[in-house]
Nanobody, 119 residues
């Protein structure tokens, strides 16, 4: 059993910053790619950023230059530093991980954390 638990969401004014964390726990052999997605009300879930086990990153155009994804492999944790937040960043943020367990590798998702940016 593998669990991903997010933390760090909340309410912030436009221009402010938040740092999200997501810790994976359970019967983990290793973790390949990790990422953050978000879903705003009435919209589809969209990719925000991903990071490989080697540290290569990829960002959605809408967050480039404002958000930074990082990970601590020793802690099985991925972070999302969000700066210069905008009202349009308001969404539920979900972390994801491709986790290698006995029998193969599988996609796991966290339960989501709300980020609200006020104007």
């Amino acid at each position: 059993q593998v669990q991903l638990v997010e933390s760090g969401g909340g309410l912030v004014q436009a221009g402010g910053s938040l740092r999200l964390s997501c810790a994976a726990s359970g019967s983990i052999f290793s973790i390949n790619a990790m990422g953050w997605h978000r879903q705003a009300p009435g919209k589809q879930r969209e990719l925000v950023a991903t990071i490989t086990s080697g540290g290569s990153t990829n960002y959605a155009d809408s967050v480039k230059g404002r958000f930074t994804i990082s990970r601590d492999n020793a802690k099985n944790t991925v972070y999302l530093q969000m700066n210069t937040l905008r009202p349009e960043d308001t969404a539920v943020y979900y972390c994801s991980a491709v986790v290698v367990v006995v029998g193969g590798d599988y996609d796991y998702w966290g339960q989501g954390t709300q980020v609200t940016v006020s104007s």
